[in-house]
């Protein structure tokens, strides 16, 4: 697909999407599936598009920059919360591979049916990549992660997230008007890195 590929090679030329296994993942799980019919022809502008219920499906270049720092690897364990219509959650699951999980949460339930669709087309091993209805909780509580991807804007950093990672786990969250990349040093310590310029919708939990 000539508007794929050309939407791929412009974010690898703006140096934001570097890595060949994410390269591969925007290849190999379409943006076009994932957007409603109304802007299928739109799918690959580089620019966020509704999905219905006032909530977006992410720019692409915003998405490669917030997977970049996430760093998936294959096996790993992957939280994405406000998975929306399955995009991220499924490129997710063609990172981790067979070895990995991913478990999207979503808190509208038009769009957690719309994401298990969508996300069955790519991955439909369920017991290793599923989309759930978000609980009253931010996350799983008393579950732990290897990354955990948030696709909507926190008004502080939410301590609650970074007890679900792992020690040397990554969590990726747009905070107001920044993406935050934490990495977890330790039980007790992380590290945090505000990267500011970017707009999301609010996450509501």
């Not at 997710?92 to 719309?114: A, M, N, Q, Y």
């Amino acid at each position: 697909m000539k508007d794929l590929d050309a939407l791929i090679d412009a974010i690898i030329m703006d140096r934001v999407l570097k890595s060949r296994h994410i390269i591969e993942a925007f290849e190999k799980v379409d943006r076009a599936d994932f957007v409603p019919d109304m802007f299928k022809e739109a799918a690959y502008v580089d620019a966020p598009l509704g999905i219905g219920e006032n909530q977006t499906i992410s720019q692409p270049t915003t998405v490669a920059f917030m997977l970049e720092h996430l760093s998936p690897q294959k096996g790993d364990k992957i939280l994405d919360i406000g998975a929306g219509s399955g995009w991220t959650t499924a490129m997710l699951c063609h990172i981790v591979g067979k070895e990995g999980s991913v478990l999207g949460l979503e808190r509208i339930d038009s769009l957690v049916e719309l994401g298990k669709f969508n996300l069955a087309r790519y991955c439909p091993d369920e017991k290793r990549c599923q989309i759930e209805k978000a609980g009253e909780r931010l996350g799983v509580p008393g579950e732990k992660f290897d990354k955990i991807l948030v696709s909507a804007a926190a008004d502080e950093l939410p301590e609650e997230l970074i007890e679900q990672l792992n020690v040397g786990g990554r969590l990726v969250i747009p905070v107001r008007d920044s993406i935050d990349v934490v990495i977890k040093t330790s039980k007790e310590e992380y590290q945090r890195e505000s990267i500011y310029g970017f707009r999301f919708v609010p996450l509501v939990y």
